[in-house]
């Protein structure tokens, strides 16, 4: 893990005074810990933190989107994957591209004009919403929601777990070794807090620092044996055989800027969350819900 910074340390990284430390914390959300009976910050959460909060970003980056084509940037999904393929497919003349870069990373993409929608999972502090705190520190205005899927994150670990885990608290008590996403994802998100939630502290944890950049590569690493146990979602555990000890389910949405909500590329996307070609899809992976697939939703529906 990255360098544990103390109260002193981050009020002089922030420019303020320890005093102001404590409010970020408790209003605007500064990540902190107190597993030792003091503050400590991880020093990435806390430059991850004031990177999000950031305004007036340069426009001179800004990609031109042309007709024909449709850019997706954000976190990786099985069935979105299949889906984009499905699309071209069904829509000769059509290029979808796919960038993963995490939720977090498909907002950036967004804010920068480079794609037309992102793929995002970000939850909030008390798990009962998602998306639009964040989309609102990234993003001059919220875009459209739509939700594309709910899906099962959890810990994929060995066929027939043969180590007996039952959950993040057996991380360190069974010295097991972990394989991890990258930062900006909301995969490795959920994990950090669920390693907060269990009192363990990641410098601790063998393989914490090795990241992987889709679900399958955490997949692959645990059937290989060069894990233990990794954060995925249930698809990719029993597309890879694997068994799967669940940590909650989530809502997997499409952010899209206004601007670009009417896009013909955009719509024709949407459209086909409704029809039966796609519904089909999910027939033989567990772990999806898609009750909310293809519906607009608003901040705080959930709650």
């Known amino acids: 893990m990255d360098k544990l910074l103390s109260t002193k340390q981050v009020a002089q990284l922030l420019g303020v005074n320890e005093k102001m430390v404590y409010t970020l914390i408790t209003e605007k959300g500064l990540p902190a810990t107190k597993i030792t009976g003091k503050w400590l910050f991880p020093r990435h959460l806390v430059e991850q933190w004031v990177e999000s909060r950031t305004i007036n970003v340069p426009q001179s980056e800004t990609a031109s989107l042309r007709s024909g084509q449709l850019m997706v940037a954000g976190s990786d999904d099985v069935l979105f994957e299949r889906t984009l393929n499905l699309f071209m497919r069904l829509n000769n003349g059509y290029l979808a591209t796919f960038g993963i870069f995490g939720s977090l990373g498909g907002l950036k993409a967004l804010r920068r004009g480079l794609c037309h929608m992102a793929t995002s999972h970000l939850a909030e502090e008390d798990g009962r919403d998602f998306n639009f705190s964040f989309a609102a520190s990234e993003l001059d205005s919220l875009p459209a929601v739509v939700n594309f899927c709910r899906r099962e994150q959890g810990l994929a670990v060995a066929k027939g777990n043969p180590l007996g885990i039952s959950g993040v608290a057996d991380i360190v008590a069974k010295k097991l070794t ?45 059937l290989c044996g060069q894990a233990d146990l990794g954060p995925t979602i249930r698809p990719v555990a029993a597309l890879l055989g694997l068994d799967f000890i669940s940590l909650g389910w989530e809502r997997f949405d499409l952010l899209v800027p206004k601007e670009h909500f009417f896009d013909q590329g955009v719509q024709l996307f949407l459209g086909l969350l ?30």
Do not use: C, W
């Not at 944890?205 to 645990?222: N, P």
């Not at 029809?275 to 529906?301: C, I, Q």
């Open 274 to 303: 409704h029809e039966p070609e796609f519904r089909a899809l999910v027939d033989y992976l567990p772990g999806y819900d898609l009750e909310l697939t293809g519906k607009m939703v608003y901040p705080n529906e959930g709650r």
């Open 178 to 222: 972990v394989v991890n996403r990258s930062l900006d994802t909301s995969t490795r998100i959920l994990f950090d807090r669920e390693l907060q939630k269990a009192g363990l502290q990641s410098a601790k944890i063998k393989g914490y620092g090795h990241e992987v950049a889709r679900h399958f590569d955490i997949g692959l690493e645990v």
